[in-house]
């Protein structure tokens, strides 16, 4: 069993929102990300995915994108991002039928050696957060511990593995609350994307009292899952 991780697809079957008005490397993208992946990953391997799946704005016009992943190797682990205005009940999403996709909302899971768990978190700001994006924080903070919590049960020596929408930092890497309570479960890796183009954190990884803080947007990775076990 081998572990994968790419995020951020924003993908538009559904819907009429391509990713080739943001630059010519977007062209064809999910094309480029299918191609590797089925040529790398296996339906015994693990692929982990941050969020920012489908550009839908509901679960009807989410479900071909929903699909087109469901339909590649791997067993997949799926978070909310930003723009995931589809995931609405997290019921709804599991009645689908998607075999190989497990959600994550305030919930863990085991497979093989590892625990997988995660939230969307929020942006960690470089100076003074608005009140708006305090009480998000808070929120977004709480859900964190959540998730953690469930992963904690199952761990029995096992390496936990958490998804992240947002970088759990700021643009300097310093830490935070959302990383304080990461250490704090001993978490052994974090992947998380929300970051395209040139960006003063757009580094493949970040290291933190013992734990790897990966970023695995698709553009970042050119589009070919990151095996990081």
Known sequence: MKVYAISDFHLSNGTNKPMDVFGEKWVGHWDKISEVWKKEITDEDIVLS???TSWAMNLSEAKADLAAIDALPGKKFIIRGNHDYW???YKKINDCGYGSIRFIQNNAFCEGDYVICGTRGWTVADGE???EDK???SRELIRLEMTLLEAAKKQEGKKILLLMHYPPFNSRFEDSAFTDVIEKYDVDKVI???LHGNRSRYVSQVTKKGTDYLLTSCDFLDFSPLRIY
Do not use: L, M, V
């Open 50 to 52: 941050a969020g920012d």
């Open 87 to 89: 995931w609405t009940s």
């Open 129 to 131: 957060a608005s009140e």
């Open 135 to 137: 009480k998000i924080f």
């Open 192 to 194: 998380y994307g929300h």
